[in-house]
């Protein structure tokens, strides 16, 4: 299983990104997601999470600017980012929990992270 994060890039304080993650492989079900991201001398910080019915939550620095959905038809995930600031500046990666192969085998995956990068 292999999960490929794309979308990041340099922006303006006040502009939008659309973050998205897929996953391919031989998989058997995708149950939580979740975007991270980190900063350099941080520790990583949870971003947005999104359960397999559609339950949301956010970091309280993000609530209202950003939206996690996800296509579980697609086994994709994405991360609408609004109203950026420079203190969203970051690597951000997406996770997954996914069942894989014929006997859905759990497991937690990880993208390569994308940079996202807001100038002032």
């Known amino acids: 299983v292999q999960l490929q994060a794309s979308g990041g890039g340099l922006v303006q304080a006040g502009s939008s990104l659309r973050l998205s993650c897929t996953a391919s492989g031989n998989i058997a079900a995708v149950n939580a997601l979740a975007w991270y991201r980190r900063t350099p001398g941080k520790q990583r910080e949870l971003v947005a999470e999104?359960?397999?019915?559609?339950?949301?939550n956010y970091a309280n620095s993000v609530t209202g600017r950003f939206a996690i959905s996800r296509d579980n038809a697609k086994n994709s995930m994405y991360l609408q980012m609004d109203r950026l600031q420079p203190e969203d500046t970051a690597v951000y990666y997406c996770?997954?929990?996914?069942?894989?192969?014929?006997?859905?085998?759990?497991?937690?995956?990880w993208g390569q992270g994308t940079l996202v990068t807001v100038s002032s």
């Open positions: 999104i359960t397999r019915r559609g339950d949301t």
């Open positions: 996770n997954m929990h996914l069942e894989v192969g014929f006997l859905h085998q759990p497991g937690d995956y």
